[in-house]
């Protein structure tokens, strides 16, 4: 157990709908990185966010949206879902800004119908 | 941007067989992590290894930083080894984010 927790584990739904997913870091750590992975893409960095600001971007859609909160826990918002859009989304924390190991849930797996 | 690549992208063995996993990277890096994805999807991290060489049971890694690769070595393959074995760096001077390779796809027989 990474310690890293997300939610919800699997999720199906509709093209066209919006869906949004969660995650809790360790305990202490302050940022927090969302991931893609699809079968034809690869492990993808999406976002980073460091104590509530938002650090880096990466492949984001302009349809995804995420924010970190005073908790520090994080949300990935993927709105105007389309079938390409089916991946496994993971979220990391690590305890620091700028380097340092990364600790990854167990992903959040979505299928687009 | 840097590219990472691993090698081979396919290994089968049979248990018990020690074998080798290369990972190749185009620029400088501030960290490197080796991580083993199960079957069921899981993410789990093996070494955090910016340089140096560390063992963890019988698996082992070594970074040579100055050449830019890495090495994870699985010695006595088991069953439970079976899974996808990823390499990510940090760039150096680059934003706090790892680049994956794109795996190395192992098979353990029994």
């Known amino acids: 157990d990474s310690g890293v927790t997300q939610t919800p584990k699997h999720l199906i739904t509709a093209t066209g709908q919006r869906v949004t997913l969660r995650c809790s870091p360790r305990?202490?750590?302050?940022?927090v990185y969302w991931y893609q992975q699809s079968l034809d893409q690869g492990l993808q960095f999406l976002i980073h966010?460091?104590?509530?600001?938002?650090?880096a971007k990466g492949n984001i859609l302009e349809r995804f949206s995420a924010q970190q909160f005073p908790d520090l826990h994080s949300e990935l918002n993927l709105s105007s879902l389309e079938l390409g859009d089916s991946a496994l989304y993971f979220c990391?924390?690590?305890?620091?800004?700028?380097?340092?190991?990364?600790?990854f849930g167990e992903g959040s797996r979505l299928t687009v119908l | 941007g840097i590219q990472v690549e691993q090698s081979p992208p396919d290994l089968i063995l049979q248990e018990g067989a020690n074998s080798t996993l290369r990972c190749n990277f185009s620029?400088?890096?501030?960290?490197l992590q080796w991580f083993h994805q199960n079957p069921w999807g899981q993410l789990i991290n093996l070494f955090y290894?910016?340089?140096g060489t560390k063992q963890n049971g019988r698996l082992s890694a070594t970074t040579v930083a100055t050449e830019r690769y890495s090495l994870l070595y699985i010695s006595s393959s088991q069953t439970t080894d079976s899974g996808v074995y990823f390499c990510?760096?940090?760039?150096?001077?680059?934003?706090?984010?790892?680049?994956f390779g794109a795996g190395t796809r192992l098979a353990v027989h029994p």
């Open positions: 990391a924390s690590s305890v620091a800004r700028y380097t340092g190991e990364l600790f």
């Open positions: 305990s202490g750590d302050l940022s």
């Open positions: 966010y460091y104590n509530g600001e938002e650090r």
């Open positions: 620029d400088s890096v501030n960290n």
């Open positions: 290894i910016p340089s």
């Open positions: 990510a760096v940090q760039p150096s001077g680059g934003y706090n984010k790892l680049i």
